[in-house]
């Protein structure tokens, strides 16, 4: 079943703050996290574990709370190239790196 | 890190014709790789699973004699779309699973005229 992103969309002007947040009605093993600009391939941002873990890669971090089947990405002090159109991936036990992917969110950095 | 090419990157062709898109991983052995299709707008969607010396594991609604899909080693697999029609213009993606994460070709824009 499709994990469920929220917003679809939000516009940002650079310098703010964005969350994106992804949930799942399944038991997942990870929470991958993906960032798609137009035209091109999503681009790999980090990928969390069941464990419940916190990670963070300059100004972008993510969280996986295990026991609400949920990620949040956390974009801070956004730049221009944050924008894109931004996905999760879930993964179940055994999926065998099979993903799930959520309906993607839209971010929209304006200077 | 790993890397996965997708070759082409764009792709022009007439209809009736077909087309094959490759997928290699480069610097790891993929027993299982991914193939996608994604529209304007919308997400990925899964369209088969490429195993590598077996059959490919088809989605619903997903037409295997038209999507033909060989995974004849570890590190290549080839999406052929069968007598295209301009419906079938889409951004196709591969994907191969690598230890902790899956990691994406560059995509390949199909449009058939």
């Known amino acids: 079943q499709q994990p469920v992103q929220s917003p679809q969309a939000v516009i940002l002007r650079e310098g703010e703050d964005a969350v994106i947040n992804c949930s799942s009605s399944?038991?997942?093993?990870?929470v991958h996290w993906y960032r798609q600009k137009h035209g091109e391939a999503p681009v790999f941002l980090m990928i969390?574990?069941?464990g419940g873990e916190q990670k963070g890669h300059e100004k972008i971090s993510a969280s996986f709370n295990e026991k609400k089947q949920q990620s949040s990405l956390y974009l801070t002090a956004s730049q221009l190239s944050y924008s894109g159109t931004y996905f999760c991936g879930t993964e179940c036990e055994d999926s065998n790196y099979q993903l799930i992917w959520g309906a993607g969110t839209k971010l929209i950095i304006k200077p | 890190g790993a890397v996965v090419s997708q070759h082409p990157s764009r792709v022009i062709c007439k209809s009736g014709t077909s087309v094959k898109i490759e997928c290699r991983s480069l610097d790891f052995q993929a027993t299982t790789m991914f193939w996608y299709r994604q529209f304007p707008k919308q997400s990925l969607m899964l369209m088969a699973t490429?195993?590598?010396?077996?059959?490919?594991?088809?989605e619903q609604g997903v037409e295997k004699d038209k999507f033909l899909i060989n995974h004849a080693s570890l590190t290549l697999s080839t999406l052929t779309v069968t007598s295209a029609h301009p419906e079938d213009s889409s951004f196709y993606i591969c994907?191969?699973?690598f230890g902790l994460g899956a990691f994406f070709g560059q995509g390949t824009r199909l449009t058939v005229v």
């Open positions: 490429s195993n590598e010396g077996s059959k490919a594991t088809y």
């Open positions: 399944k038991a997942l093993y990870s």
């Open positions: 969390l574990l069941k």
């Open positions: 994907s191969a699973g």
